[in-house]
């Protein structure tokens, strides 16, 4: 026999059933013949419906071993051996009781345990950019705070940065503000107070090589100080002074020096803070408390914030040009971005900067004024001067060599008058002395050699109008010499020529 034969015929159940169907007639014959005992060894009796049941599901599994044993056939035919799958990783055997089998009619419930509910954490605050219009000044501020920057007219070295910026918070408090440092003199006190350096932080931030080695000054840095008064006053702010420690001061300032061509500026809460108090913008009970707004969010949103700052140079190159009055006396260069103005048929022509402002003026015809009438003299000092070559026939012992000339003249005595500063000075061309003792009431700014009369190139040719350079004391007055201003009129004074 065929082995698949062999095979399904050894599966079928009822070639190898040991209890053969009995017979029906046989069993009723033996019941009315026999004694009458019953007994039931004799198997059951299937039903017809239920043989035909049992051989419907013979059949089907005869089916599934044949296309079964037929496809492991072909399989290996075709495949060859086949190769046994690897062991599982883990041959540990899982035993099911019936006890685990039966279906449980009521499971317990499990009692969930309490989890505990995280404290919020506040969000991290984002922060955003700022530039100023310039492009010169980006700092970092968080996003709820607001920047105003406005165009500001005033003494900025060249013009080229006429901004103040301020900060706002959330609720409009004022949290910083830069501009270009002013030519600010200092704050005197009748006492001077202790003061302290809470917090500090060097920047990166580029200084101007050249002016380092005129007037040395520290890195720049961020500073939390204080002064000990009455109260405790604080300022946050970016500087460059070197303060020693354990000494007083009357005022704190707060400037640094920037790269080439970029002002000194001002970056912080105030631009000075005085021993009094007056307009502080922090004030503490005690320094352990000023310590203790060191902790405050506040406190690290501002410091962020100003040590965030970078600077950078966007001026361009200025040209100059050449300009010849209008009644062809005289002639200079000046920036193209400057403009000059003619008055009366070139008498006068007035040297405008790029902020409006008239800087110098070259006059011709001028007659002298009369000295003040004051006893004693105020004292002159020359900080500046530069030999030119000019028309000059000046005599007298007050005579002096053609020359561009700086003079500072104190006046503080008659600051209680009505002056703003104790300090006026003037910068142009010169051939006498304001006195020869060192004082003058004599401060005149002309030169003698036209036949045409005196003439002149200054911010007056008669020291002592309002136009003239004003200072709150010596120091700042030697600090204006650095500056990109101070530096463009010397340039354009001691470029004059004279043609008579």
């Known amino acids: ?89 883990s041959t540990a055997s899982v035993e099911i009781s019936d006890e685990a089998t039966a279906i449980q009619t009521s499971a317990p419930t499990a009692t969930p345990s309490s989890t505990p509910t995280p404290t919020p954490t506040a969000a991290p605050v984002a922060w955003t950019k700022f530039t100023d219009a310039s492009g010169q000044a980006t700092f970092e501020h968080p996003v709820g705070w607001t920047v105003q920057e406005t165009s500001v007219e005033g003494r900025f070295e060249s013009g080229y940065w006429g901004s103040s910026i301020v900060v706002l918070n959330e609720a409009g408090k004022v949290m910083g503000k830069m501009q270009e440092a002013p030519h600010a003199g200092g704050y005197m006190c009748p006492e001077p107070k202790p003061y302290y350096t809470l917090d500090s932080v060097v920047l990166d931030i580029p200084q101007k090589a050249a002016k380092l080695k005129e007037i040395p000054r520290g890195p720049s840095q961020f500073a939390f100080r204080v002064i000990q008064s009455d109260k405790v006053y604080g300022t946050m702010a970016l500087n460059d002074r070197e303060l020693v420690p ?197 401060p005149q700014n002309v030169v003698s050699g036209l036949p045409s009369g005196e003439y002149f190139f200054a911010q007056n040719y008669n020291t002592g109008a309002t136009s003239d350079l004003m200072f709150y004391s010596m120091e700042e007055a030697r600090a204006y010499m650095e500056t990109e201003e101070f530096k463009t009129l010397k340039r354009i004074v001691t470029s004059l020529k004279i043609n008579g």
């Open 1 to 89: 026999m065929d082995p698949i034969k062999n095979l399904i015929s050894g599966m079928d159940p009822m070639k190898s059933d040991p209890h053969p169907v009995p017979d029906g007639e046989e069993a009723l014959r033996r019941m009315f013949s026999e004694p009458a005992a019953f007994t039931d060894t004799i198997p059951p009796v299937a039903s017809l419906d239920a043989a035909r049941r049992r051989r419907a599901r013979l059949a089907g599994l005869l089916t599934i071993a044949a296309a079964a044993v037929t496809a492991g056939v072909l399989v290996a035919t075709n495949l060859g051996a086949l190769t046994a799958l690897p062991e599982p990783a």
């Open 246 to 442: 354990g000494t007083t001061a009357c005022f704190l300032s707060n400037s640094f020096l920037g790269p080439d061509d970029v002002p000194f500026v001002t970056f912080g809460d105030t631009q000075s803070l005085q021993q009094d108090g007056e307009n502080a913008p922090l004030t503490f009970a005690s320094v352990a408390e000023a310590e203790a707004y060191m902790q405050t969010q506040e406190y690290k949103d501002i410091k962020r914030m100003l040590i965030s700052l970078e600077l950078r140079s966007v001026k361009t190159p200025v040209t100059w040009k050449n300009y010849t009055s209008a009644n062809g006396l005289g002639s200079f260069d000046y920036p193209d971005n400057w403009t000059v103005a003619s008055r009366e048929n070139g008498r006068y022509s007035d040297v405008v900067d790029e902020q409006g402002r008239t800087l110098l003026t070259l006059g011709f015809g001028q007659t002298r004024n009369s000295p003040n009438l004051v006893s004693p003299c105020p004292p002159f000092t020359v900080l500046d001067s530069t030999p030119m070559s000019f028309p000059s026939n000046r005599q007298g012992p007050r005579a002096i060599a053609p020359q561009f000339i700086f003079r500072v003249w104190d006046v503080s005595r008659f600051t209680e008058s009505g002056r703003s500063a104790p300090f006026t000075a003037n910068l142009g061309i010169a051939d006498e002395s304001w006195g020869v003792d060192g004082t003058t009431c004599d």
